[in-house]
């Protein structure tokens, strides 16, 4: 008779389509696909949690032993593959594993050796191990914090200037209203740059233009200014009109 231990079994392709294996969280997918290969022909193994880790999935990392009894729970919940306790060890029977998994001959099974599952017997319901609610990205003694405060609305959002407020500008300044349109837009940017909200917008989109007014005719003031008139040299009256001569600027009157 042939041992009932073997390099491992195989998964049937039916499980591409299997809604309970679909349902699995993805840590636990993968456990339950290490889980396999390493059922005997009966579809048990042991399942204690240390010897899981140890045997089955030693270098995943994101499989700890800490999170194995939940991701073993899971498992138990939407697929036929079990766990269970009897006589205070932990084990794993995967009920329809001859019938619907395994094509073995009955002949080379060998001895059935381990406890089957039975449903709601006394003794044989899931492992009764504490399960350590830990959701997927939280850190274990993580302060569970409260949904998250909505972002407050973007400064002035909305804003725009009252009919009075655009006709005391062209008034004013003799901004035109495309001028005016631009200046709004830069007043929005440049206050939501400094996030700070005005305390009165209207006000502060008054001052805006005002500033604008001043910056834009302080340039063309400065653009005006001509050099000084320069008294002669020769009369000491100012020149309005100068030559050279004889290597001096001179007024018309003294050439």
């Known amino acids: 008779m042939a041992a009932p231990d073997t390099r491992g079994r195989m998964l049937?392709?039916?499980i591409s389509e299997s809604e309970n294996f679909a349902n699995l969280s993805p840590?636990?997918?993968?456990?339950?696909?290490?889980?396999?290969?390493?059922?005997?022909?009966?579809?048990?193994?042991?399942?204690?949690?240390?010897?899981?880790?140890?045997?089955?999935?030693p270098k995943v990392t994101y499989i700890s032993e800490r999170?194995?009894?939940?991701?073993?729970?899971?498992i138990d919940t939407n697929t036929n593959v079990k766990w269970f306790k009897r006589d205070g060890r932990l084990w794993i029977h995967s009920i329809n594993f001859l019938t619907e998994h395994q094509n073995l001959r009955k002949d080379r099974l060998g001895k059935d050796l381990l406890p089957s599952y039975s449903g709601g017997s006394p003794g044989l319901s899931p492992a009764e191990v504490p399960l350590e609610v830990e959701e997927e990205g939280k850190k274990k003694g993580e302060v569970e914090r409260g949904?998250?405060?909505?972002?407050?609305?973007?400064?002035?959002?909305?804003?725009?200037?009252?009919?009075?407020?655009?006709?005391?500008?062209?008034?004013?300044?003799?901004?035109?209203?495309?001028?005016?349109d631009l200046e709004t837009r830069k007043y929005i940017v440049h206050r939501r740059a400094s996030e700070k909200e005005p305390p009165d917008p209207n006000a502060d989109w008054m001052l805006w233009m005002l500033r604008q007014y001043e910056r834009v005719?302080?340039?063309?003031s400065a653009s005006k200014r001509t050099e000084p008139e320069k008294e002669c040299p020769e009369c000491g009256k100012q020149m309005s009109s100068r030559v050279v001569s004889g290597g001096r600027e001179?007024?018309?009157?003294?050439v």
């Open 12 to 14: 049937n392709q039916d």
């Open 147 to 180: 949904p998250a405060r909505e972002a407050p609305p973007p400064i002035l959002e909305g804003f725009e200037p009252t009919k009075k407020m655009i006709d005391e500008a062209k008034a004013n300044y003799g901004f035109s209203d495309t001028t005016i």
């Open 67 to 74: 999170k194995l009894p939940r991701l073993l729970h899971e």
């Open 217 to 220: 005719n302080k340039g063309r």
């Open 27 to 57: 840590a636990a997918a993968v456990l339950f696909c290490m889980i396999i290969p390493h059922l005997n022909s009966y579809g048990k193994m042991n399942g204690g949690v240390g010897y899981l880790k140890e045997i089955v999935c």
């Open 250 to 254: 001179v007024c018309l009157e003294c």
